[in-house]
């Protein structure tokens, strides 16, 4: 339970070692109804812990509530009962724009700004944070060096002109821009051809590594949870039916995990 | 006598009431872009608001032209005959198209990019002003450039409550049965119409983001 992430990666593990301290986010008994009727429950009864320095895939057929769980984190949806609570406070009562801001978002095609350049992209949050021009634009340089961009070949390109796989190169990095300790995915790779996408795959396993952050990632491609993880939460008609390691997620015994793993073992061979 | 006859000997007086029909169509456009453009960011954000207005103006476009300019000649402040109470029968004519335009630009954006921006921390007013705006410049531009269109037309019908322009000939050439003193109104609001419909599709094209 206490070492999902590689050691000394993290530092401040060390300087608070209590286990409060590490959950970052928490889910107290939340429920997600659409019309607020117990009939339309999106999410029912979900308890989650998220440490510090996890990457945790919420794995999870369309419709099973894996992307609104995700919303509920920075506030982009509302629980209907229960509470969302990240850093220790709960997610209702804070300011949502400020909480936003420590929350890096990433979404399926980048949902970049068509009218900006990857520059201005990738220096939104910086800019909406009111940093100095030239702290962006050497955070800018060293971001796109991040996600594996020339900065002098794509700075000043508009996001028609990159391919998906850029594209999404650069909605992560400005995700990663004011370095929010949270980073909250959305099937960021799901548009992607298989070769780009297994690409972006490794390089994103060995850059959340490295960065060691909070990760939420939320998939519907069990090969992309068992790469990424270093925990598999799998949902199921809006309930948590499996929350294990990646190496031990195979075993857990559910129908539903079953499936998923015929489905693994059916459609693509091993990575 | 034909067309180009009267063309010639009426140059000055045509020139003239060309530039008193530019003047009452931009007066009245400015008008309505000043109104229609921000009431528009305003209903971005108020659903039920949004289908009243819209519904308003729709209204106001069904009331034949002659009739809203008779209308508002018995209204006090509003009305009377000449320049003011044809300025405003076209600022309510021109304000549907705008209206519908600058709502339908700043709602009608994808999803997913409104949705990143409000992810990112932006409030409310920095997406209206940094994204919705600017991805929506094209479209409402492009009701800016019907409501003109339709405006040039439009003014030539308030020659009848005394605002001049073109139209004065247009009323002329039908009382005398000529059908040079109608054209020698009727080319010249045409080609204006023309002229702004292309320079305001040049804009709107370079506007375009997409």
Request: charged share 20%; proline share 5%.
């Amino acid at each position: 339970m206490f070492t999902p992430w590689p050691r000394g990666v993290n530092r401040e593990m060390n300087a608070k070692p209590e286990i409060l301290g590490n959950i970052t986010i928490e889910f107290r008994d939340v429920e997600y109804h659409v019309h607020g009727t117990s009939r339309d429950a999106i999410l029912s009864h979900i308890r989650l812990k998220i440490l510090r320095g996890e990457t945790v895939v919420l794995l999870g057929r369309s419709g099973s509530g894996k992307t609104t769980l995700l919303k509920l984190i920075n506030g982009l949806l509302r629980a209907t009962s229960g509470s969302v609570y990240v850093n220790g406070r709960p997610v209702d009562e804070s300011d949502p724009i400020q909480l936003r801001r420590g929350i890096g978002y990433v979404i399926q095609e980048g949902g970049l700004f068509p009218h900006y350049s990857v520059t201005e992209n990738v220096a939104l949050v910086p800019r909406l944070q009111g940093w100095e021009d030239s702290r962006i634009v050497a955070r800018v340089e060293e971001l796109m060096k991040l996600v594996g961009l020339d900065p002098y070949e794509y700075a000043q390109r508009k996001p028609r002109e990159l391919s998906g796989g850029q594209r999404q190169r650069v909605g992560v990095a400005r995700a990663l821009a004011a370095d929010p300790p949270i980073l909250l995915m959305d099937e960021p790779f799901g548009a992607l051809d298989p070769v780009t996408r297994a690409e972006l795959q490794r390089e994103f396993a060995e850059l959340a590594r490295r960065l060691a952050k909070t990760i939420v990632f939320v998939t519907h491609d069990l090969r992309e949870a068992l790469r990424l993880g270093t925990r598999i939460i799998l949902l199921c008609e809006g309930k948590i039916v499996a929350d294990a390691k990646p190496e031990e997620f195979l075993q857990v015994e559910h129908p539903e995990v079953q499936a998923f793993a015929s489905s693994f073992e059916v459609g693509e061979a091993q990575p | 006598m034909s067309v180009w006859e009267f063309f010639a000997s009426h140059q000055r007086e045509i020139l003239e009431a060309t530039g008193v029909h530019l003047f009452l169509v931009t007066m009245a456009m400015t008008i309505a872009i000043l109104i229609g453009v921000p009431l528009g960011m305003i209903l971005v954000k108020r659903k039920s608001l949004r289908a009243i207005a819209l519904g308003v103006a729709s209204i106001l476009q069904t009331i034949p032209s002659l009739a809203l300019f008779g209308f508002l000649i018995p209204l006090p402040f509003l009305g009377g005959i000449g320049t003011r109470t044809a300025v405003i029968a076209l600022v309510l004519y021109a304000l549907l198209p705008i209206l519908r335009n600058t709502v339908v630009g700043l709602t009608s954006l994808d999803p997913a990019v409104l949705e990143a921006a409000e992810a990112m921390g932006m409030t409310e007013a920095q997406i209206l002003w940094r994204v919705r705006l600017p991805l929506g410049l094209s479209v409402i531009l492009a009701g800016i450039r019907t409501a003109t269109v339709i405006t040039i037309g439009v003014a030539t019908i308030a020659a009848a409550i005394g605002a001049g322009g073109l139209g004065s000939f247009i009323f002329r050439g039908v009382a005398m049965v000529s059908d040079a003193v109608i054209l020698a109104g009727a080319i010249p609001a045409a080609l204006l119409a023309l002229a702004a419909d292309a320079a305001l599709g040049l804009i709107e094209r370079k506007l375009k983001v997409v």
